[in-house]
């Protein structure tokens, strides 16, 4: 099937694609960075029946199996009808693109978190909050009964405060003086700092690798690395759509100007995701 691009989210992975500095070792060109792409059905093959020409999608390219061949930087992408879910109405392209990864990386995340057996009610610390991963991590724990301390970063605090946290805490607290919390979600992340925050036997799920941590206390660490769900997509897209759960846009810019979007992300200071557009 092929997809019109209208919009495709930038990700640190993305910036991380072109410097080589990724899992499993530099990408050889050439190849196209994104994971994240919202659009419109341009072609279906023969025996397609989810999608129809014309149909509004958002999906997520698996870039951990593709390798940029396809990537989501592109006016059109083949891709696997497994890779998209419909895209309600009542939401943008824009802002449809900044979910797929996001989102299910924090619910997987969470998932992860849950197995840990925690009593209702315990507290949660995320860092990153006002990051794309952060901030669903921050609402789905909030919405799973989690006390939730979230740390921002500085000028973000007003925006994730209104994501229902108990506290919210600046990035340069010592996470030592936190607590104790029966979890952390790193998705930062700051790895050995984290676990400072967790009680004895606690649990802390990174988002990316991080160094191991000192065994003692019975401290548990996890690594949350994206899988797709299809399902999993499809919830999390009209959740957003219902505006049960919130994301945020800081800038667009044009795909032809990506290279410059990468220098954007890499200076840091964006509040919200930035998003190519096209068309």
Known sequence: MVVRIRAVCVHPADVAATTGEIPRGPVPPPFSPGWDIAGEVASVGPGTADFELGDRVVG??????????????????????????????????????????????????????????????????????????????????????????????????QWVRGLGVHEVIARSVDLATVGPVGAVFDAVPVGEAAAAAVQDRGIVVATRPTPA???????RQELQLIRHDRDLLADLVGRVAAGQLRTRVAVTMPLTEAADAHRRVLAGGLHGKLVLTVG
């Open 60 to 157: 997520m390219i698996p870039w951990y199996l593709t390798r940029g061949n396809p990537g989501g930087y592109a006016e059109f992408v083949a891709a696997d009808v497994d890779w998209l879910v419909r895209l309600p109405d009542e939401l943008d392209f824009v802002s449809a693109a900044t979910v797929p990864l996001n989102a299910q990386t924090a619910h997987q995340g969470l998932a992860l978190v849950s197995l840990a057996m925690l009593p209702a009610g315990s507290s949660i610390l995320v860092t990153g909050a006002s990051g794309g991963v952060g901030g669903f991590a921050t609402q789905l724990a909030v919405q799973d009964g989690y006390r939730v301390v979230a740390q921002a970063s500085h000028g973000d605090e």
């Open 213 to 219: 941590i000192v065994p003692a206390r019975g401290v």
